[in-house]
């Protein structure tokens, strides 16, 4: 009896030691997001806290719940263990709670999200943003303020983006790997690949 209850005494330590570790690294920021750049990524930022928190309760509850069942149920001598087979009250507590939150979570998202995709304004700046292995390029409007027509027919090497030659707006577009965007204006990015599919995240401006 002696082996069993060192190693549930090992598990419970460590499933305890465990969850303040984890605890520990999210309440001191460990790992975290870097600073705000845009107005939307208050409320997601507050979206994402809300659910830390309400995941965060659970994660240690049940972990300080499951370390006190290995340790105050290991196996002893002389002890029967008690067979139930259900607790109709409590399953209906728990799965009230859970949908509660649930409902809370989604229904918050759903609406941040309508909200944060819907269309930008007429005087949003534009920035196209051009996908391919290994690099990423910034198609900006020049002096004139609007972008020149791109089609990929007019692909070539001289014309790896495929600017329309006879399009005049598009002769003082400009090119770059580095973006820049303008601040306190909103932003439209369009996006387009040469390639595959690449996933365009921007931290800061989540």
């Known amino acids: 009896m002696k082996k069993f209850s060192g190693q ?43 659910t830390l928190l309400l995941t965060g309760i659970v994660f240690i509850a049940v972990h300080v719940v499951l370390a006190f069942f290995v340790w105050r149920y290991r196996e002893q001598a002389q002890q029967r263990a ?3 087979t259900h607790n109709t ?5 728990a799965a009230v709670t859970v949908a509660l939150a649930l409902v809370i979570l989604v229904g918050g998202g759903t609406t941040l999200w309508t909200k944060i995709q819907s269309p ?17 390029t910034f198609h900006y409007p020049g002096a ?3 972008m020149g027509r791109v089609e990929t027919r007019f692909i070539s090497d001289d014309n790896p983006y ?31 690949s040469k390639d595959v599919l690449h996933s365009f995240f ?5």
């Open 202 to 206: 921007l931290p800061h401006f989540r």
């Open 82 to 84: 008690s067979y139930i």
């Open 8 to 50: 549930a005494f090992l598990y419970a330590a460590f499933l305890l030691v465990f969850t303040l570790i984890a605890a520990y690294t999210v309440a001191n920021k460990t790992w975290w997001f870097p600073p705000l750049a845009s107005v939307q990524g208050i409320e997601i930022d507050n979206l994402f806290m809300i």
């Open 120 to 136: 930008p304004p007429p005087d949003a700046f534009t920035v196209e943003v051009w996908a391919e292995q290994f690099r990423w």
């Open 162 to 192: 495929g600017l329309d030659p006879a399009d005049p707006y598009g002769r003082d577009d400009i090119f770059t790997t580095e973006m820049h965007v303008p601040y306190g204006k909103p932003i439209s990015v369009l996006l387009h």
């Open 89 to 93: 009250r409590f399953e209906v507590s």
């Open 144 to 146: 004139d303020g609007r």
